[in-house]
């Protein structure tokens, strides 16, 4: 948390928008190393009518291999109890954190890395808010 939240591309973003529901996705690091992440959403207690419930949002994950093991992997394609029953899942291409990321051409990108130098170049124009070299 240092350099600021997690990748805005987690589904533990969007579990706001659907309260108590499930979300299953693969996701892939920089690196290569894929994972499968499953996030919900909780409700606190609410302290009077007029107040909202505390509302928090959890992820969890695990290595991509472990999907037919658990129940949750089923809802990726390419697996053995899979809706589509075929393929293999596509993995959502994910960061740690947009300041710790280097992935080029992020749509959702919030901060530039702090380990590469901007691309200050006005003729140009990508697809990020914040180009780097």
């Given at each position: 948390s240092r350099f600021g939240g997690g990748c805005p591309k987690?589904?533990?973003?969007?579990?706001?928008?659907?309260p108590g529901q499930i979300l299953v996705e693969a996701v892939e690091m920089?690196?290569?190393?894929?994972?499968?992440?499953?996030?919900?959403?909780?409700?606190?207690?609410?302290?009077?009518?007029?107040?909202?419930?505390r509302r928090t949002a959890l992820l969890i994950g695990c290595d991509i291999g472990f999907r037919d093991e658990i129940v949750y992997g089923g809802?990726?394609?390419?697996?053995?109890s899979g809706k589509s029953g075929q393929g293999v899942a596509v993995a959502t291409p994910?960061?740690?954190a947009c300041r710790l990321c280097e992935r080029i051409g992020c749509l959702a990108r919030a901060e530039p890395p702090v380990?590469?130098?901007l691309g200050l170049d006005e003729m140009v124009t990508g697809l990020s808010a914040f180009d780097f070299q």
């Open positions: 987690l589904a533990v973003h969007a579990a706001f928008t659907q920089p690196d290569g190393a894929e994972f499968l992440c499953i996030a919900r959403t909780l409700e606190g207690p609410q302290g009077a009518f007029s107040e909202r419930p809802a990726l394609p390419g697996t053995a994910v960061g740690p380990t590469r130098p």
